[in-house]
């Protein structure tokens, strides 16, 4: 069966995947992870993964200022995604 979790649209989430989710295995217990200008939450989503698969509880705080303009909207459309 396919994650379509993985099969987000990225900017580079998913190519960088293994390197943040390496990054988040080495981040010290009690940390918080800030990931600052996502697009449509690829890169969150690998972030999100390494978290998920630690025994400790994690903060992930995501800031954006996303907005979903003409281009934007045309720019998912690309990847199968529709945006309003």
Same mark, same amino acid.
């Given at each position: 069966?396919? !994650? ?6 990225? /900017? ?16 010290? !217990? ?9 697009? =449509?939450?690829?890169? /969150? ?5 390494? =978290? !998920?698969?630690? %025994? /400790? %509880?994690?903060?992930? !705080? ?6 979903? /303009? ?8 690309? %990847? ?5």
């Amino acid at each position: 069966m396919v !994650d379509l979790r993985d099969s987000i649209p990225s /900017t580079g989430g998913r190519e960088l995947g293994q390197a943040l989710q390496e990054y988040v295995h080495q981040i010290p !217990d009690g940390s918080a992870v800030v990931e600052v200008g996502a697009w =449509l939450g690829a890169g /969150t989503r690998q972030i999100a993964k390494a =978290l !998920d698969a630690r %025994t /400790t %509880t994690h903060r992930l !705080d995501l800031y954006g200022r996303f907005c979903a /303009t003409e281009a934007e909207v045309l720019r998912a459309a690309n %990847t199968g995604i529709h945006l309003r």
